[in-house]
């Protein structure tokens, strides 16, 4: 008679366990959810990886200070071979027209003629990408970019001649997807000459822009 109290007793009390236990658990679930769920939208980032091939070759114009002969246009071709990451070997070639001496303008004197100023030169530098970074355009596109240092050794061939030439200057590249790159530079090109007189260092400024394809 006893042992039947005790399972009639039993029997509300563990059903009011099992109804309060599911209570608890269900405010339990409740308090973790926010009061107020945001309606944010992810942004699909769209990025401009290089390609995974080291060759690049392109093409470029810009302007060349020639001392002493004016500002020319400047066209050429260059191809570079992307030994890691960060270091890269170039090879430029370019043309331009040489303009005219003050003298030449007065009508003084004619120092060269037509055929001797072609201006062409040609070298093979080594570039070092020291500020690796990132480009937004338009909140969906990221494009990767690099601020690199470079120099090197060429020749240039002006006036009849061919003269040694340092070249050094830094450039910007944005890789527009992962085959197209968008350069812009800056450089300096030092070579001796001696056609006005004195043998004297010529510093000839280049500022240009291209584009180059990755393959």
């Known amino acids: ?43 699909v980032i769209k990025e401009a990886l290089i390609d995974s091939e080291n060759f690049e070759v392109g093409v470029f114009f810009g302007s060349i200070n020639i001392e002493d002969f004016e500002s020319s246009l400047l066209y050429g071709a260059r191809i570079a071979y992307h030994l890691s990451e960060d270091i890269f070997f170039e090879a430029n070639y370019a043309v331009a027209d040489a303009g ?3 003298a030449e303008q007065l009508g003084q004197v004619q120092i060269l003629t037509n055929d001797q100023r072609d201006y062409t030169f040609y070298n ?16 969906r596109y990221t494009f990767n970019t690099n601020f690199y240092l470079i120099t090197g050794l060429g020749a240039t061939e002006f006036a009849d001649d061919n003269r040694l030439t340092i070249n050094y200057g830094a450039g910007y590249q944005v890789l527009l997807n992962d085959a197209f790159a968008w350069h812009v530079s800056a450089r300096q090109h030092l ?25």
Not at 19 to 25: C, G, K, L, N
Not at 125 to 136: F, R, T
């Open 1 to 43: 008679m006893e042992t039947r109290s005790q399972r009639i007793f039993l029997k509300p009390v563990l059903a009011l366990l099992l109804v309060v236990s599911s209570v608890m658990s269900n405010v339990s679930q409740a308090q973790d959810r926010p009061l107020i769920e945001p309606d944010v939208e992810p942004i």
């Open 100 to 102: 005219e001496t003050s």
């Open 124 to 139: 093979v530098n080594v570039a070092y990408n020291i500020l690796p970074g990132q480009a937004y355009f338009a909140r």
């Open 191 to 215: 070579y001796k000459i001696d056609l006005l007189g004195d043998e004297k260092i010529s510093v000839n400024t280049e500022v240009s822009t291209g584009i180059s394809i990755f393959f």
